[in-house]
C-alpha cells in the first residue's frame, strides 16, 4: 500500500508551530485535547445513531481508552466515535477550515506579544500532541465506512495518509514521545492528568486495560454544584468553548416544575473572534437526557447572548428530535426564556464588581447592546447593564448613574453617536451641555445609531441625541463655573439677528433645512444638527457608507448668538453693507460645521475661492 504524502496548508504549519513552543505552558495538556476530541466523536456518532442505529450496530457502549507502552515508548488515545474518512484526515488534521485563521495569525504577528490563548479558538487542540511527540498516527475506520486510514506526521511541515487494516469502527491517536518525556509512560502520571484535567468528560477514561475507568464517568453538569470545584467547570470549559482562558462567569443551575432542562453555561473571558462574523458558529451546545444532538440549535439562545458558551440538557423534548424539528419548538423557547432570566440575572450581580464586569463590557457590550434593540421584553434589564463612556470622566457609566446626577430642569437623557469617544467629548454639539454640566453619553458602537431610537424612556427620562434640534437648555441654569463664561457674552440683538438668519437662509438656498439661534454653542459660530425627525448626523453617515440612502437630508445651521463673528455679521446684516462677504462667510462657516462633523466641504471650487477672497481682504486691511 503507498502512502500518499502532503503538505500541511501555510497557517497550520505556523499555527503548529505557535501551538508546539509557545501555547501551552503545562506540556501535559495534549492529553485533555486528545480524549476532549475522542469525547466529541462520540458525542456525534450517538447522535448520528438516533436516526441510522445501524451505524453503532452491537457496539454502543462509548468508550475512550488510554494505553501507554513503555517499550515502544508510545501512548494511544483511542474511542469508538464517529471516526474520520480519509479525506476528513486530510481535512481536519492538515488544515485550519475556520475563516479568520490567516488575518488573525496576522495579527499575531504584527502584535508579538498578542494573547496566545485565543488561538484556541480556531481549533488546534489536536496539534498539541506534538509537544510531546517526534510523531503522531492517527488511525481512523468512519461509522458505517468498509475502509480505515491512517493518517502520520513528524509535525514539521508534512503529513502522509495510507490505507490502513483496521478493523474496528472510531479512531487511535498514538504518540511517538520525544526524548525526555518518559514520565508520561508511568501509570501513576497518566491518572493524575486525566483526574485533573478530563474528570468532566462524561464518558469512561480506561487506563492500560484497567476495567474500571479512570474518571468518574457522569455529566459534570448534572453533578450537585456543591461537588464540583472551580477548577472542574474550568476544565469543562475548555473543553466545551475550546477556549484556554478562565471563564468570566459561570452559571449551573436545574429548572424543574413544568419543563426540565440543566444548565452550565459559561460567559467567556475573552472576545470570540468571530462575533461578528454571520458564518460564526454557535457556542452552547443542546443534549437531551444526556444525549448531545446538536451545537447548531437556532433559537436556544438570542442572538444578544450569542457569546455565551455551554450545554443545555433537556429533560422533555423527544430523544429522535430532528435538528430540524428544532426551530421554532415551544420547548426550545420557553429554555430560552429561562436562560436569559437567569443571565441577565446573573451578570447584574457581575456589575457589583466593577472592575471585572468593565472587562466584560469591553468584550460584550457591543452584542448586548443589541438585544436592548431587539428584546423589548428584556429592555429595561438591558439597559440596567448598560455601561457607557461619557463627558462625567474615565470611568463607565450606568444609566442610573447618569439619571442620579441629572440637572435641575433637565428631564432628557444625552447621547451623541460617533466613532470614537475622545473626538466626540470635543465636539461643538457639546459645548452648551459642557457650560451647564450636562452629562452626555459618547456612543461609538455601530448598534448605538440603532438602539435609543427603539427604546422609548429609562426610568421616564428619553434619550435625545444632541445632534438633534430642539434641545431646550435655556431651562438649564449654567454650572457655576461656566456661569461667567456664558453671561460676559451678550447676545446679539433679536432684530440683528433675524436679518442675519434670513440672510445666511437666502445664501445658502436648500443646503440647510433651517438656520436657528441656539443655546447649545459657547466657543463655536455654528454647528450643523437634525430635525426632530430627520435621521441622525451619524446614523446617516452609516446608511450612506452602506449605500442604503444617497441624497443625505439638509440639516438645521444653529448660530451661536453670543459669538463675536455672529455678533459682528449680525450687526453688518442690519445695516445691509457689504452682503455678499456674509454670503461668502455664510457659506464658509457652513463648510466648517460640515469639517467638524466629518463630512466634506459642499463644494470644494467654491469653499477654495472664498476662502482665498477672504484671506485676501485680511491681508489687505493689515497693510491699510
Ligand atoms: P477542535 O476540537 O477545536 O475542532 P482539534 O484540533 O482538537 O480542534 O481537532 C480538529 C478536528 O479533528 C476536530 O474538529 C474533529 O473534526 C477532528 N478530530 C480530532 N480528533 C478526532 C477523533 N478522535 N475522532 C473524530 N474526529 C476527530
Ligand atoms: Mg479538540
Redesign the pocket.
Known sequence: MTEERMSFRAEVSRLLDIVVHSLYSDKEIFLR??I???S??CD?LRYEALTMPELTGEDTDFKITVDADPKARTIT?A?N????SRD?LIE??GTIARSGTSAFLEKIEEAKKADLTQI?Q??????SAFMVAQMVE?T?RKAGSAEAWSWHSDGKGEFAVEEDDRTTR??S?TLYLKQGEDQLLKEDTLRLIINRYSDHIALPVYLNGNDKPTNRAAALWLRNKSEITAEQYKEFYHHVA?AFEEPALTAHWRAEGKIEYTALLFVPGMRPFDLFDPKRQHGVKLYVKRVFITDAAEGLVPNYLRFLRGVIDSEDLPLNVSREMLQHNPLLAKIRQGVVRRVLGDLNKFADDKGAYAGFWANFGAVVKEGVYEDSEHREELLKLARFRSTHGEELVSLADYVGRMKEGQDAIYYINGDDADALARSPHLEGFAARGIEVLLLTDTVDDFWPGAVDAYLDKKFKSVTRAGQDLSKIAPADGEKDKTAAKEEAPASDLSSLIALIKLALGDKVKDVRSSDRLTDSPVCLVADEGDVDLHLERFLKQHNQIRTPSARILEINPRHTLIRKMAERAKTGGASSDLDDIAWLLLDQARLLDGETVTDPQGFNRRLGDVLTKVVFAEEK
Open positions: 485535547e486528545l476532549s476530541n475522542a466529541d466523536a456525534k488515545v474511542d466515535g464517529i471516526g474520520m476528513e481536519n488534521l484556541g480556531f481549533g488546534v487542540g489536536f496539534y492517527v481512523s472510531g479512531t491517536v475550546h
